[in-house]
């Protein structure tokens, strides 16, 4: 069994209780806590309810001797007889030995000794490695570096040798089931004490942890009441994984005959290794005797097993990345999709494309959404995380996606060109790619992105639509050189270019970005936040895409890296003339950098107009509340309200307007009916709002009149710049 | 500045030690993350820090709340030098509130938990915490408070979660309230309400608050006094209007030119270029002359004074210094003190 | 570099551990190890006074020169490659230890690098197809890296193994025929000593594949979530070249994680030799043991030790090759 090592390298999880109660319903976890069960009854009981004494001789069913195989005759050794082992029947269910003692009543009567052991060691293990792990990472500094040093040290001896001489110099080792435990303790106590050093260490640097200590809280109470509760995931993790280490080592010291045999002196106690070493020993194998030895390595291998299930359910827990699997796939069959993770696309469920219309609904559009609706998980389980979008991306144009954290603008947007991941499935709706024609003769070509294979789709892929997400640490992989992943993409897309184009290609790229083409020989790692926004933005240009998807491309960078880029960006769309889809949570932003904006709120659209008119004549409560929770930077100081409320949970939406709750100018119909997003007057100005229909009068802050063409003029200037 | 601030920082410098070279040859060397940065807080006033990441912002609020151990200065507060080690009646003066509210909360514990213990340990109550649970939450409008306190962090949302975060501040009663960029980790929407519950305790409770951020627009809002903060050292400070309106270094005029602001009249023009230099090893002069559109000789040599531009306005500019002091600060023959204002009106 | 240079500074320390535990234990435990040793020596009758002499000196007892004075002395025997002397065969500890190491070496090598490659390549398929059939094959590997390592032995020998009851196919008793070739470089003693490799190396393979498999299933899951995967695939590369990106990032932590499984899979192999009678360090262990002879015992420890630690040390260097991060960290 392995803990997952992620353990040791991932970013400390911290315990939720609500999610601790749902791991014992992973079928998993159950099967391994029956198995557990079934063990630990047996551990207790089992010495009381043997059939006979494992000791005990049975000399009514002893049959017949017999030659030992090998010996004897013209082998060379003295002939050798042993009584038959009886086979399983009804008095003995799983056969004697060669000692005709009863296997059955020995594998009950050696449960005990073998998980009083496995237990005993990975409690002391455990006790001994929260000390030294939770004390090194706490303290830090030196009484670190020496506690680490002692765990590598002995963490690289390796245990079961280390085991089996120190065993071996304490004879009397095998008779005391404590002594054994404790040594065994010894030489595996070193990988969980790491482990927990490495989760302290983090934990200790914690927010939560320094607001206790900026609180004048004790540093006992801290580690007592603070850290450990957080870290019982991991100790329960490796205190399983440390009881199936000790099983092991038990079982191995026994078979070698380490650890006191039951009919030796000092006596040990029955235990599966000593039926295994017996059988061994007394040419089992080679008598076919198997109902004697293969039991106990059976019960090692399930036991094992039960541990290992529960230790699945905590991984799970402590990386839930591992989470979703199986289950999930079946479920989607079940909801009617098809999951496949080796494709990489967005599954999009049966029956949801509507009636195939693929004219585009204006002539320059390039990339259009209608009526997409994308849930994430399926059936009951489902999160509607959009609804019903409509969106028509125009060629050369920058269309503004704004939206706060959960209101699905990035899964609207990588729904579209499915790059979405399982759980997440389309359940509704129709994309579409009006190409550019792809040769000269073609006409214009319309690609129906829900329809398309993969094979279509990887096509398509970057040399016509290219990403650049967040986190371009991320979005880089991490072990190759940036060259190397521009070499990877113009290979997949341009076979026929030589290496030397290649790599002119990237360089040519690079300083299109403004960075030096050495750089091409430069890991991610070497690079500041704002050279990889770059470098990622060369690779989203390299084959001259017409769409460029940007979510959040400068969020986590500072503003004026955030502006070079975008300044960058904005000259390279217009040499370039791509058709740009821009995600922000930031509207202030997109009101300089964007042609068109498009609000979201709760999975639905719920304003689309020119970015001037929005920012100057916000139509809908929502985008006016949005804007002025930006404080000027000119002019008096006053106070500014923002939006009461917080963003709603996708799980429990308001009825109606999901909006409503947190607007003051709410009508009785928005708390029952969903307005649908609907075109107003105004130049290309639609809005979702009931304050805009049915002849119902606005308020005046949502009445403003549009603003004039002159501003337009300047607000393209913007963009050139 | 009339009254005496509540807390002050003088003359911070903290390096911190990174492994630099490689083998058996490889050394320690210090990152310069603060350098000789003197700030004081008053009562009733925010005060905000503004800079880009790894200015030394964080690191200076980390100083003050006693985190974080300073090379160099003193932290004072009500003018006597505080004693090292965090000692509980310092707990009890000043408390910070931190960026992430999802980190800042105990996943484990109950807000009642988070905050129970500051009036536990400070011994602030006697019977009924309950009651003084309550009315923590409701000073930081969480109502009503009995539907909040048994709720564990996850069931709360970002806003709820950076509010109880800082009634768990105020628990204590404190007098300086340190707030580490405590609204960027929260959605645009909701951010103003956190600000203006800031702005409320300031005026409610006499707070001095120390606001650092890196939103200039959320810090001309709030704050009453800006300071910026470039490469570790401070390089401007005045009243908010007057720097967000007025700028005197060239790095705050930069700033300013970067900030997202649609009510811009023209379109932006940047004023300088690159990133902020490694803290490895700092450019000699003024840090950031080689961005600096600016720059003069002086400047790449030597680090410019503290200059008042007019009264409560101080940048470190040489810009802002006489040509002829310049000339001879230059020249190595004149050491430069902190200039008179009336001398240096560009 | 910088790394390197630590961690084998740790790994000398270790060994330096092993050895003075090896030394300080039969001289500090409560009993006489050593009496009982000489006893049961005589006995047998196949020790001399000499030999008795042997196990004297090399456990501590009747010795009169000071603790210090025998520790200097077994160091420095130690690092002449003096391991003692072994009184059941009657020969230098360090030159028996070197004729069993290549068996041992040979057998541990083929079967963990097939084990490992076999490991990723599977778990690679089942976190790639995650929610297909493949996923049938975890509980399997559940079961199977929870198997002692020398009980799969033992029931191979049931199943396939001459000694066995059933197929018969393959040798399951020693490492060469002994009765039928000659060691040397001929054909037939070659022949004969892979066929005998098979059984014990299938073992070995299978036990330690299965922890493997789930590892690196694990880590490659983990890593898909990843967003230059993301990227990857909106790249529109190749289906292979992305499972590339993402099992090349996925090996890091299982390699970094390497210095358990070597533990693991040695100690797994020492019960496997004996189950095979296969004549590498782990058998000759065994029957040292059960002969009592204490300084093969030790020696064959500190072997072991050394070669653990050998394998980390490699182990690092392949994980400072493979992450461009801990290069330039170094």
């Known amino acids: 069994m392995t803990i997952d090592s992620t353990t040791l390298t991932q970013v400390p999880v911290t315990l939720e209780r609500a999610r601790v109660l749902r791991i014992p319903r992973s079928p998993k976890v159950i099967a391994g806590l029956v198995i557990l069960g079934v063990f630990s009854v047996v551990a207790i009981i089992g010495r009381w309810i043997t059939p006979y004494s494992p000791n005990a001789t049975d000399t009514q069913n002893w049959v017949q001797h017999v030659l030992v195989p090998g010996t004897g005759g013209d082998s060379g050794f003295p002939a050798s007889y042993y009584p038959l082992p009886l086979g399983p029947s009804a008095a003995h269910w799983l056969g004697t030995t060669v000692f005709a003692q009863d296997a059955w009543s020995q594998l009950l009567a050696s449960t005990q000794a073998t998980m009083f052991v496995g237990l005993l060691a990975a409690a002391i293990a455990t006790v001994l490695s929260i000390i030294f792990g939770v004390t090194a990472g706490y303290i830090g500094g030196a009484t670190d570096e020496g506690l680490s040093l002692v765990a590598n040290v002995s963490l690289a001896i390796p245990g079961l040798p280390l085991l089996i001489v120190l065993a071996d110099y304490v004879p009397s080792a095998g008779s005391s089931l404590v002594l054994v435990a404790a040594i065994i303790a010894v030489t595996t106590w070193a990988y969980t004490a790491r482990t927990l050093r490495a989760q302290t260490l983090s934990l200790r640097n914690r927010d939560f942890v320094e607001a206790s200590r900026v609180s004048g809280e004790g540093p006992l109470r801290i580690i007592g009441v603070e850290i450990l509760p957080n870290l019982i995931p991991i100790v329960a993790a490796s205190f399983l994984f440390t009881s199936l280490t000790a099983i092991y080592a038990y079982v191995a010291i026994s078979f070698l005959g380490l650890a006191g045999s039951p009919t030796g002196s000092p006596p040990g106690l029955w235990n599966w290794g000593e039926m295994l070493r017996e059988g061994f020993a007394n040419n089992a194998v080679r008598g076919g005797w198997w109902w004697w030895w293969a039991p106990p390595g059976i019960c090692v291998a399930l036991l094992g097993t039960g541990l290992a299930l529960v230790n699945f359910g905590i991984d799970e827990f402590i990386n839930p990345r591992l989470r979703t699997s199986g289950l999930t796939a079946r479920a989607a069959r079940k909801a009617g999709a098809h999951v496949s993770t080796t494709l990489g696309l967005t599954p999009v469920m049966r029956g949801a494309a509507t009636v195939p219309n693929t004219t585009p609904s204006t002539a320059d559009a390039v990339l259009e959404i209608r009526g997409l609706s994308v849930d994430y998980g399926y059936g009951d389980q489902a999160v509607h995380a959009v609804r019903d979008c409509d969106l028509v991306l125009r060629r050369g144009r920058v269309l503004g996606l704004a939206g706060e954290s959960g209101s699905g603008k990035t899964t609207l947007a990588l729904a579209a060109i499915r790059l979405l991941r399982a759980p997440a499935v389309i359940t509704e709706g129709q994309v579409l790619f009006h190409s550019k024609p792809f040769t000269r003769d073609n006409p214009k070509e319309t690609i129906d992105m829900l329809a398309a294979g993969p094979h279509r789709l990887r096509e398509i892929r970057w040399s016509e639509i290219a990403v650049v997400l967040q986190s371009s640490l991320n979005a880089l992989n991490p072990v190759t050189t940036i060259g190397a992943q521009f070499d990877d993409l113009l290979r997949a897309h341009r076979p026929r270019m030589s290496r030397d184009e290649r790599y002119t290609r990237g360089v040519e790229l690079l300083d299109m970005v403004g960075m030096n083409g050495d750089r091409l020989r430069s890991y991610p790692h070497e690079l500041s936040g704002g050279m990889r926004q770059r470098a990622m933005i060369a690779m989203a240009l390299a084959l001259e895409p017409q769409v460029m998807v940007l979510d959040e491309p400068t969020t986590a960078l500072d503003v004026v890296t955030q502006r070079e880029i975008l300044e960058e960006l904005m000259g390279l769309r217009d040499r370039l003339g791509f058709a740009a889809l821009f995600i922000t949570h930031d509207l202030s932003l997109l009101v300089e950098f964007a042609d068109d904006i498009a609000v979201m709120y709760a999975g639905r659209l719920m304003e689309r107009a020119p970015a001037n008119s929005l920012f100057r004549a916000p139509r809908l409560p929502y985008t006016h509340g949005l804007l002025h929770c930006f404080p000027p930077m000119h002019g008096k100081r006053v106070p500014m309200a923002g939006i009461p409320g917080s963003p709603p949970d996708l799980r429990d939406l308001p009825s109606g307007c999901a909006f409503h709750p947190r607007c003051k100018w709410a009508l009785d119909q928005c708390k029952h009916d969903v307005p649908v997003l609907g075109s107003i007057p105004g130049p290309n100005r639609e809005v979702a709002c009931w304050l805009h229909r049915n002849g119902a009068t606005p308020p005046a802050e949502l009445s403003l009149a549009e603003p004039g063409d002159v501003m337009r003029e300047r607000l393209s200037q913007v963009n050139i710049q | 500045m009339t009254t005496a601030p509540v807390l002050e920082g003088r003359n911070l410098t903290k390096y911190f030690w990174v492994k630099q070279g490689r083998g058996l040859l490889a050394r320690k060397s210090p990152v310069h993350a603060v350098d000789n940065v003197s700030v004081s807080l008053d009562a009733r006033k925010v005060t905000a820090f503004v800079g880009e990441s790894g200015a030394g912002k964080t690191t200076v609020a980390r100083i003050l709340a006693e985190i974080t151990k300073p090379d160099k200065g003193t932290v004072l507060l009500d003018g006597k030098p505080v004693q090292a080690g965090r000692p509980r009646s310092y707990a009890k003066q000043v408390q910070m509130v931190f960026q992430d509210p999802f980190a800042s909360l105990n996943p484990v514990h109950r807000v009642r938990h988070d905050l129970e213990r500051p009036l536990k340990i400070h011994h602030l109550v006697n019977g009924n915490t309950d009651k003084a649970v309550d009315d923590l939450l409701e000073r930081v409008a969480l109502k009503p408070p009995r539907q909040f306190a048994d709720k564990f962090p996850h069931e709360l949302s970002g806003g709820q979660r950076q509010r109880v975060a800082i009634a768990r501040a105020l628990a204590v009663k404190p007098r300086v309230l340190i707030a580490d960029e405590p609204v960027s980790m929260l959605d645009v929407s909701i951010r103003l309400g956190v600000l203006n519950l800031l702005a409320d305790l300031r005026d409610r409770e006499k707070l001095a608050i120390l606001y650092i951020t890196h939103d200039i627009a959320s810090a001309r809002y709030l704050a009453d006094t800006i300071v910026v903060m470039y490469a570790g050292q401070l390089v401007e400070a005045a009243p908010s209007v007057e720097l967000t309106d007025r700028p005197a270094h060239p790095y705050t005029q930069l700033l300013l030119s970067a900030a997202p602001d649609p009510d811009r009249a023209q379109p932006p023009v940047l004023a300088g270029i690159g990133a902020p230099p490694s803290l490895l090893a700092p450019p000699t002069g003024c840090r950031f002359h080689p961005r600096c559109p600016h720059v003069m000789e002086v400047c790449r040599h030597k680090a410019p004074p503290s200059i008042a531009v007019s009264p409560d306005h101080i940048a470190a500019c040489w810009l802002h210094v006489d040509p002829a002091e310049r000339q001879a600060s230059e020249n190595g023959v004149l050491a430069t003190g902190p200039l008179e204002p009336e001398k240096s009106k560009r | ?330």
């Open chain 3, 1 to 330: 570099m910088r790394a390197l240079v630590r961690r084998f500074g740790v790994y000398l320390l270790a060994a330096w551990v092993a050895v003075t535990v090896s030394f300080l234990l039969p001289r500090v435990v409560p009993g006489n190890p050593v009496a009982g040793a000489v006893a049961r020596a005589s006995q047998s009758g196949n020790c001399n006074a000499q030999c008795v002499r042997a196990i004297e000196l090399q456990l501590g007892y009747n010795v009169h020169t000071s603790l210090w004075d025998q520790y200097t002395q077994y160091i420095g025997n130690l690092l002449h490659g003096d391991l003692g002397h072994s009184w059941s065969e009657n020969a230098p500890v360090g030159s028996l230890i070197l004729s069993y190491l290549p068996w041992t070496l040979v057998l541990l090598g083929i079967s963990t690098t097939l084990a490992f490659l076999g490991g990723s390549a599977i778990g690679t398929l089942i976190a790639w197809r995650r929610g297909s059939w493949t996923d049938w094959l975890i509980p399997f590997a559940t079961f199977f890296q929870a198997l002692p390592f020398f009980f799969l032995g033992i029931v191979l020998v049931l199943v396939l193994g001459q000694t066995g009851t059933m197929l018969k196919w393959f040798p399951s008793l020693f490492g060469y025929d002994i009765y039928a070739t000659t060691p040397g470089p001929n054909l037939p003693y070659i022949g004969s000593v892979v066929s005998h490799a098979v059984l014990p190396a299938a073992t070995v393979v299978l036990a330690s594949m299965a922890g493997f498999i789930l590892s690196i299933r694990n880590q490659v899951i983990t890593t898909m979530d990843e967003d230059f995967v993301l990227v990857a695939q909106a790249k529109g590369l190749p289906g292979r070249t992305v499972v590339w990106y993402a099992v090349r990032n996925a090996l890091l932590p299982v390699v970094a994680n390497f210095t358990i499984a070597i533990s693991l899979v040695v100690g797994g192999q020492i019960l496997v030799e004996i189950v095979f009678n296969y004549p590498g360090i782990g058998f000759h262990l065994f029957d040292a043991l059960g002969k009592l002879d204490y300084p093969l015992v030790q020696g064959v420890f500190v072997v072991i030790t050394l070669v653990v630690l050998v394998a980390n040390l490699i182990a690092d260097a392949v994980y400072v090759a493979i992450d461009p991060r801990a290069r330039q960290a170094a």
